[in-house]
């Protein structure tokens, strides 16, 4: 039995929604990349970085841990898996998105839930973009990553202007 809940009035009901925040990092021991492989059905290699963005929207069977503390009862992704042959996924409900504090733009971010901004604001790379866009004009940060993830570079600059990358705060 698929528990429902009703949300806003006029739009019916709607399955909960569950999530689990990971660091991105894709270090053995770190918790991100055993979730991943158990995820994908595979193990990943030492060298491999997945494309997380292809798993969105995709179906797994989760292991979902209650717990409870101080009166309430709350509800932890511990683990995911494949689904079995022949299992069949409902159709998505929610939206598929992702949020990149790097690349979102200012008014998509602004709209999301208070709990997230409050986290997104409180991390290092939120102070990073913002400094960066206060000193490039907030549009030639791209896709720009704390710690070194590709090639792709930091500043995407289309102008004649020099920019001197020494100032750029990252």
Same mark, same amino acid.
């Given at each position: 039995?698929?528990?429902?809940?009703?949300?806003?009035?006029?739009?019916?009901?709607?399955?909960?929604?569950?999530?689990?925040?990971?660091?991105?990092?894709?270090?053995?021991?770190?918790?991100?990349?055993?979730?991943?492989?158990?995820?994908?059905?595979?193990?990943?290699?030492?060298?491999?970085?997945?494309?997380?963005?292809?798993?969105?929207?995709?179906?797994?069977?989760?292991?979902?841990?209650?717990?409870?503390?101080?009166?309430?009862?709350?509800? %932890?992704?511990?683990?995911?898996?494949? $689904?079995? +042959?022949?299992?069949?996924?409902?159709?998505?409900? #929610?939206? &598929? !998105?992702?949020?990149?504090?790097?690349?979102?733009?200012?008014?998509?971010? %602004?709209?999301?839930?208070?709990?997230? $901004?409050? +986290?997104?604001?409180?991390?290092?790379?939120?102070? #990073?973009? &913002? !400094?960066?866009?206060?000193?490039?004009?907030?549009?030639?940060?791209?896709?720009?990553?704390?710690?070194?993830?590709?090639?792709?570079?930091?500043?995407?600059?289309?102008?004649?202007? #020099?920019?001197?990358?020494?100032?750029?705060?990252?």
């Amino acid at each position: 039995m698929q528990r429902k809940k009703e949300f806003k009035e006029g739009e019916g009901e709607k399955p909960f929604s569950i999530s689990r925040e990971f660091t991105y990092s894709f270090g053995p021991k770190g918790n991100l990349r055993p979730f991943i492989d158990g995820f994908t059905g595979t193990k990943m290699y030492d060298d491999e970085w997945p494309d997380l963005e292809a798993l969105l929207g995709e179906a797994c069977l989760l292991n979902v841990v209650h717990t409870e503390k101080d009166g309430n009862t709350y509800a %932890n992704i511990q683990g995911a898996s494949p $689904l079995p +042959k022949g299992m069949v996924a409902p159709d998505l409900v #929610n939206e &598929k !998105r992702t949020i990149d504090i790097n690349s979102t733009p200012w008014d998509e971010i %602004n709209a999301l839930p208070d709990f997230i $901004l409050k +986290k997104m604001y409180s991390s290092e790379e939120f102070e #990073n973009r &913002k !400094r960066a866009d206060e000193m490039l004009g907030g549009e030639k940060v791209k896709s720009f990553r704390p710690k070194a993830v590709g090639t792709e570079p930091a500043i995407n600059d289309d102008s004649s202007e #020099n920019i001197n990358l020494d100032d750029v705060p990252f």
